[in-house]
């Protein structure tokens, strides 16, 4: 059996007021939820646009710092002060990093493996830890979620891939104390999404069902069963390196190449992330219609000419990031020896902006031809809201220690771990140490494991509860 979650039901909103925030850290976007009032939560717009979508873009070119769209639209005379895709390097180590080449900045590997990023700020090369570029998106969110409720916001929900290890954990809960939050809950994404979906619809009881969260960086595939109000992860997959992103890549080196030998235009490296930032607009506008016209003027004004670009071609040219997506949909369907038959599946949820790709669609058809695709609510805004319900559901349970609610690849593998005479759950764990240790001891929850240590950095600590095969 995998690991269990309360679907956030029956909540006190005269305890939550508005005092809870979810927030999806994203590899590519960032989205937070907080609840306001009569039992409503909102999607908080993160800059002065309005837009509710963060991109996870930290500029370092002034004294003060950046994020978001503003730090894209700067990208080309800013490069070496911007920093993104820290989601794909925070937690890992150096040498099991895969550099993108469209990396405007350089990581080196401190004593003990872990990877350092090296960047320009205000002209002067300075170096950071992952937590620490993490920490200034969190901040930003912090800031500008404040602003839009009027009062500190001090605990946190912060979602995480189902397929994080421990250290990614570790450092992801670093990063939110560096961004000044007191007490931090980390939620699997998957999770997340399906806690906004449930929170204000039937619940179909023991009935296995896939959740599919294509989001810009990574690949989440979990399939749950539902029981007694209760989500049970069963089975999981997911791969770090596979996300919308790689989508806008293979779109990228087409057009490159387009440019190049139809056009004899060699400087395209130099508008690297304006044709970067054209694809991804390809990439989403082919999920509507079938063809799009590419105009080459916008990279050489000389040139009166349109690449045609056509849905089916772009399937094409992603031939092989679908094999591995699908790799990937049957590794969940067989994680853990539960061989879960595809036709005992008669629904699946769709999460993130990947999702809304028709092949995407037509691959999960393919996989699940009985299933019905339920996107009833914005894949976008979905894990936000999920994580904001349940920092609902904490507040309203008196719930609120440092917790990591994550599958992980721990150093504790073995499946049976539990606390002692607790059998509901991560909440009740939680709830029964909640008298244990300090104010600023955090409590560590694996499906592998309990551990409890005197910070939130799991370095010293002890297992609470372990049963051996």
Not at 43 to 49: E, G, I, K, P, Y
Not at 105 to 125: H, M, W
Not at 275 to 298: A, G, H, P, R, W
């Amino acid at each position: 059996m995998g690991s269990s979650w309360e679907i956030p039901k029956n909540l006190n909103w005269d305890k939550i007021k508005d005092d809870a925030i979810g927030i999806d850290l994203g590899t590519t976007r960032c989205c937070c939820a907080v609840s306001r009032s009569k039992g409503v939560v909102e999607t908080v717009a993160l800059d002065n646009s309005g837009e509710r979508l963060l991109p996870s873009f930290v500029g370092y070119d002034e004294e003060n710092v950046k994020c978001g769209q503003i730090v894209i639209d700067r990208i080309n005379n800013y490069s070496n002060s911007t920093v993104f895709d820290i989601k794909r390097i925070i937690g890992r180590k150096f040498s099991d990093i895969i550099v993108d080449p469209s990396w405007t900045f350089s990581l080196k590997s401190d004593n003990n493996n872990n990877p350092l990023i090296q960047t320009e700020y205000c002209g002067n090369l300075i170096t950071l830890s992952p937590s620490q570029v993490s920490a200034t998106l969190l901040k930003h969110v912090k800031t500008e979620s404040e602003k839009f409720q009027g009062k500190k916001l001090k605990n946190v929900v912060v979602t995480i891939p189902a397929v994080f290890s421990g250290q990614q954990c570790n450092d992801t809960i670093q990063a939110s104390n560096l961004a000044e939050f007191n007490s931090v809950t980390l939620l699997p994404e998957p999770v997340a999404a399906a806690f906004s979906y449930f929170f204000d619809r039937e619940i179909p009881n023991n009935s296995n069902m896939p959740l599919f969260d294509l989001g810009g960086g990574t690949l989440d595939v979990c399939v749950f069963r539902i029981f007694n109000n209760k989500i049970n992860i069963i089975s999981k997959s997911g791969d770090s390196e596979i996300g919308g992103r790689n989508f806008d890549n293979v779109l990228f080196e087409y057009l490159k190449q387009k440019l190049k030998n139809d056009f004899n235009i060699n400087n395209i490296d130099k508008k690297k992330y304006k044709l970067l930032s054209k694809c991804q607009e390809i990439k989403e506008t082919l999920s509507v219609v079938n063809d799009y016209s590419f105009d080459v003027s916008d990279f050489e004004t000389s040139i009166n000419a349109f690449i045609k670009i056509t849905r089916e071609k772009f399937e094409q040219l992603s031939l092989n990031l679908m094999e591995k997506i699908k790799t990937t949909i049957n590794m969940a369907l067989n994680d853990k020896g539960e061989g879960i038959r595809p036709n005992e599946i008669n629904s699946i949820l769709l999460v993130g902006g990947g999702s809304r790709m028709p092949m995407i669609k037509n691959l999960l058809h393919n996989i699940f031809p009985d299933a019905e695709q339920r996107i009833k609510i914005n894949p976008d805004e979905a894990v936000a809201k999920g994580a904001a319900y349940y920092a609902c559901h904490l507040i309203s349970n008196q719930v609120m220690k440092d917790q990591i609610l994550a599958e992980s690849n721990s150093e504790f593998r073995n499946e049976n771990v539990f606390l002692k005479d607790i059998k509901n759950g991560p909440d009740e764990v939680a709830s029964t140490l909640l008298g244990r240790g300090t104010m600023e001891s955090s409590i560590v929850i694996f499906p592998h494991g309990l551990i409890e240590g005197e910070t939130t950095l799991i370095g010293k600590h002890w297992l609470l509860g372990f049963k051996g095969h």
